[in-house]
Every structure is written in structure tokens, then in C-alpha cells.
């Protein structure tokens, strides 16, 4: 083989090898980029409905505790169950779009949780 041709050879069989790499990298760097993105939006909105749900609740347990202060002011008891009422409202729609994102992500220990709480939240409405 000519020197000519040893060199050619080698020059394609890098340049070759160059564009390999660069193409797995490229594909490597978007499929994490993809996978990181995915992450992190599922991830906020999970945590972003969990933290207003907290919020709700803690609201909710503010106006039971009001509502016994106050056992012979029917006015602000009445208030107060109404506050109470829109907090348990605003406390389901928060479960309802964590169950809608569990089931998305097929996470069971969580939907059973949040499952859990909307059965505690209806036989608190009830009672």
C-alpha cells in the first residue's frame, strides 16, 4: 500500500471516528436535557400542589380551632364554617391534581395516600 493511501485511510477512518463520538455525545447530552426537563416539571408541580395543600390544611385547622374558641358567638362560628368549608373545597381540588399526577407518573404508594385523605376529607364533610 502506497503512503499516500495509508494516509487517507487514516485520515477518514479518524474523521470517522470524530463524528462517532461527537454523535453520541449529542444524543447522550439531548436524551439527558430530554430527561432532566421531564423531571423537573413533573417534580415542581408535584411539590408546588403538596406545599398549597399544606398551606389549605393548616388553614382548614386554624378555623376548626377558631370555631371552639368561640362555642357561644354563632356569628363568628358561622364564619368560621364557612372558611372551613372553602378550605376542605380547595383541599380536594389539590388531591384531585396529585392523584391526576401520581396515576400520570404510576407512583401507587403516593396515590394511595392521597386516596387516603380524600376518604378522610369526605367523612370529615359528612360528620
Not at 487517507?8 to 426537563?37: A, C, D, E, K
Amino acid at each position: 500500500m502506497k503512503l499516500q493511501a495509508k494516509y487517507m485511510l487514516t485520515f477518514f477512518s479518524s474523521t470517522l471516528i470524530t463524528l462517532l463520538v461527537v454523535g453520541v455525545v449529542s444524543y447522550g447530552l439531548y436524551q439527558l436535557n430530554h430527561t432532566t426537563n421531564y423531571l423537573v416539571t413533573i417534580n415542581s408541580r408535584i411539590l408546588e400542589n403538596a406545599n398549597l395543600y399544606e398551606k389549605e390544611l393548616a388553614k382548614s385547622r386554624r378555623a376548626e380551632k377558631e370555631f371552639f374558641i368561640f362555642p357561644d358567638n354563632p356569628k363568628k362560628q358561622t364564619k368560621y364554617v364557612g372558611n372551613w368549608e372553602a378550605s376542605m373545597t380547595k383541599i380536594t381540588g389539590y388531591l384531585d391534581k396529585l392523584e391526576d399526577l401520581f396515576i400520570t407518573e404510576r407512583h401507587k404508594e403516593m396515590l394511595n395516600l392521597v386516596l387516603q385523605a380524600k376518604g378522610i376529607i369526605a367523612e370529615n364533610k359528612q360528620e
